[in-house]
């Protein structure tokens, strides 16, 4: 870690595969952020079980993220990326975190008000897993554990962030030291949120039940034609950029020029003359021609042992920091009863 330059901390959920809007608005920024910063990245596999998902799902998604990161282009010689379960200090702060945070605080977040209603939803009852309300202070503890200057998020995650700097104010006050580096957020200007293909109106999830509203980062060709086809517009006819008239081809708009690095009005000015057909038709071809090299990495290293050799590397290097944080942490607020 070079101490004079930024500590960018992040993390993807391990509930279902990576999509493209996680490469666009995750992925792809931190492939950027490797070269000036100090890049810590994980895979949130604790996170994936504040809500109930199967052993063989969890398992193959943990293994499969990590490669497609590294296909992606994180280099394992700028950026630590490792397994969330793997650094066992996380759950230690998290619980460290979770006493100094307030019922009302936790109980207030956006996300565990939408996840409650669509739990209860689903599965008929009032069962409510206490994961979901304690989610913020394990994605507190992933932060404050690495003294993390900057954290990317997607506008769905600031309200997290604003509590994060909250906790480590207060126990920086309770102290009276510096406990925990107070980080900001830090949001994309363009792509940091790809819709959702069949509903534009809401972000683009890996965990969606239908298979036509994301695009795969292992989807074929052929695949990625389907769902671009089927990809939900307007009746209007005319390509301009207007998310909140034209939130599906707007949404298109903004998957073609982050993929080419163009400027949104320059994607625009591409298709002056285009129906949505031939703009789908490029932007399937654009996708594709994107994600084969990424493709060609990720079997390459699935095939062997190198991604265990990556992840077992990985851990070391998050581990050594985190011990070497708890330790000055818990000798602050006393639990260390051997230090006097």
């Known amino acids: 870690m070079n101490g004079n330059k930024p500590t960018i901390v992040s993390g993807i959920t391990t509930t279902g595969q990576l999509t493209l809007g996680n ?18 990245i994980f895979v949130a596999n604790l996170h994936a079980i504040t809500i109930p998902i199967g052993k063989e799902e969890l398992q193959g998604n943990i293994k499969n993220m990590i490669a497609l990161y590294y296909a992606c282009g994180l280099d394992p010689n700028k950026a630590i990326i490792y397994v969330q379960s793997d650094v066992l200090e996380l759950t230690q702060l998290s619980h ?26 689903e599965n008929g009852t009032e069962f409510i897993p ?25 506008k769905d ?63 074929t060709p052929d695949l990625v034609h389907k769902k671009i086809r089927a990809a939900i517009t307007d009746s209007d006819g005319k390509i301009a950029y207007d998310p909140d008239k034209k939130p599906g081809i707007s949404n298109l708009l903004t998957i073609y020029a982050v993929l080419k690095n163009i400027t949104i009005e320059a994607a625009v000015k591409t298709f002056t003359n285009s129906d949505y057909g031939q703009l789908k038709t490029e932007l399937a071809t654009t996708i594709s021609a994107s994600l084969e090299p990424i493709q060609t990495k990720y079997h390459q290293l699935i095939k062997d042992d190198t991604i265990d050799q990556l992840i077992a590397a990985g851990a070391e290097k998050a581990r050594y920091l985190a011990n070497k944080k708890l330790t000055e942490i818990k000798n602050i607020i006393g639990l260390n009863y051997k230090r006097k």
């Open 157 to 219: 995650q600031k309200q997290h962030i604003e509590l994060t700097r909250n906790i480590a104010e207060r126990m920086n006050n309770r102290y009276q030291q510096n406990v925990f580096k107070i980080p900001n957020d830090f949001i994309p200007t363009i792509g940091g949120k790809i819709m959702d293909l069949q509903n534009p109106t809401k972000k683009m999830s890996k965990s969606s039940n239908d298979p036509k509203s994301f695009i795969g980062l292992l989807d």
């Open 96 to 121: 460290i975190l979770l006493c100094n945070t307030t019922v009302g605080e936790l109980s207030r977040m956006t996300q565990f008000k939408d996840k409650s209603i669509k739990m209860k939803a």
């Open 130 to 154: 206490t994961g979901l309300l304690t989610y913020p202070t394990l994605m507190a503890a992933d932060i404050l554990l690495y003294d993390a200057d900057l954290v990317p998020v997607g």
């Open 23 to 40: 490469y666009i608005g995750a992925i792809k920024n931190f492939i950027d952020l490797q070269k000036d910063n100090n890049l810590i």
